[in-house]
């Protein structure tokens, strides 16, 4: 497929990676969906999470999508350092176009959903989840 729907959170991946708001806190623990098995896990805290929901779309032959997707913000000691991860991370891509040397494909984010904050039981830390739009254009890896 011309437009790889991984490429595209590389994109984010690498935004939130340049920005040192976001690395000061979470280092490169930066991944593109949630573990699978998080007892067996025990990543290291504060973390940020990548991941799609529901479909997207794709139009004119696949060279355009747009994709609905969460950031999940995860903080072991507490739901205030999970909203102040969220806060640097949509600082650092809200309504930014993403654009990598080398990765022919482009896109462009924005937020669509505020955040709520919760309390994962299964890997016991707070969590803050917000909904992006993201409009991508281009073909995969060059």
Not at 26 to 44: E, M, S
Not at 73 to 81: G, I, L, P
Not at 94 to 123: C, M
Request: contains cysteine.
């Amino acid at each position: 497929m011309a437009n790889e729907a991984q490429t595209v959170k590389q994109l984010i991946r690498v935004a939130l990676l340049q920005d040192s708001n976001v690395t000061d806190l979470v280092g490169g623990r930066i991944y593109g969906a949630h573990f699978q098995d998080p007892d067996a896990q025990t990543p290291t805290y504060p973390f940020v999470i990548l991941e799609w929901i529901g479909s997207g779309s794709l139009q004119y032959s696949g060279a355009y999508q747009k994709i609905r997707m969460d950031i999940w913000c995860y903080d072991k000691v507490s739901s205030a350092n999970a909203l102040n991860l969220y806060g640097k991370v949509v600082d650092a891509v809200q309504q930014k176009a993403l654009s990598v040397d080398g990765i022919s494909q482009r896109g462009y984010i924005k937020e669509v959903v505020r955040p709520i904050e919760g309390f994962n039981e299964k890997v016991r830390s707070y969590f803050v989840r917000g909904e992006f739009f993201v409009i991508a254009t281009g073909a995969g890896s060059s």
